[in-house]
């Protein structure tokens, strides 16, 4: 009976449709990466652009520094913070913070979450997201544009191993400038198994205007050190990464291929206090 709110809301997400869309994919999320883009059903403030209800599930205060660098070029650069803490015994509020391209061309998104527990095994995220984009002609400014989106998304515990999470993005078709592009609009199912503390295996779907894609990930704890590899499709993509935790600091570092570019790399640095 207490799934029964997230089925709702999962045929309401499928019913929502697909779009066009602009902006640069600006989540960088270093753990999610490593799994195969499976950030759905994973939690932490860096994770609240994938899923704003994984923000309810942090147990500290915390405070995140990443970048990635697409297909290994500094010029594609997307560098990122995010935070996150108790705003009460239900609910938690986070922060994300983005910064994509240089002189000529660059993109902004600053977005705020508000995600607490409906129930005791569901919680729930609300995310409106501010986009900027700038384009100069090399002299001056040549124009900017700035709009604004809502995420929302869910997770809810099964059989204390299981989570069964989806997320929403844009789902009212923001659009960005005088053209009227819309922001991309993208769904993401997703189940996670927990066999032993943080030894996760998440298998999750998206859906976006480039179709569907299937994502797989696998992460597995060695002391202080966890070991993280995934996969996914259209393109397919293999990715690993490490999760290095001492005294409340956290090092990640992320890898993926690409059937035809050279790789892209991730990394962050997490303070929890």
Do not use: C
């Not at 019913?15 to 799994?35: C, D, K, P, R, T």
């Not at 995220?125 to 100069?136: D, E, F, N, T």
């Not at 998440?202 to 597995?220: E, K, W």
């Amino acid at each position: 009976m207490r799934i029964k709110p997230a089925v709702y809301f999962f045929a309401l997400l499928i019913l929502a449709g697909q779009s066009g869309a602009a902006f640069e994919e600006l989540e960088i999320g270093v753990a999610s990466q490593a799994m195969g883009g499976t950030g759905v059903v994973l939690f932490g403030a860096e994770m609240a652009l994938f899923n704003p209800a994984a923000v309810a599930g942090i147990g500290d205060r915390t405070f995140t520094i990443s970048g990635r660098l697409p297909f290994s070029k500094i010029d594609f650069g997307t560098y990122g913070i995010d935070g996150a803490f108790h705003l009460s015994e239900k609910w938690n509020v986070g922060v994300n913070l983005r910064y994509f391209g240089g002189d000529l061309y660059n993109e902004q998104l600053a977005a705020v979450t508000l995600a607490g527990m409906l129930t005791g095994d569901m919680s729930f995220g609300l995310q409106p997201v501010i986009y900027r984009a700038s384009i100069a002609d090399g002299v001056s400014e040549y124009g900017s544009a700035t709009t604004m989106a809502v995420n929302m998304g869910f997770q809810v515990r099964m059989y204390n191993r299981w989570l069964l999470a989806a997320s929403v993005r844009n789902p009212f078709q923001a659009r960005l400038g005088e053209s009227g592009e819309y922001l991309r609009r993208r769904i993401d199912v997703g189940l996670r198994y927990e066999p032993a503390t943080d030894m996760i295996s998440a298998l999750t779907f998206s859906r976006d205007f480039n179709g569907m894609r299937i994502h797989a990930g696998q992460s597995l704890p060695l002391g202080f050190v966890t070991i993280l590899a995934g996969v996914q499709s259209n393109p397919v993509t293999i990715s690993g990464g490490l999760d290095a935790s001492i005294a409340g600091i956290a090092l990640k570092y992320a890898v993926i291929t690409h059937p035809q570019l050279d790789l892209t790399h991730q990394f962050g640095v997490t303070y929890d206090f």
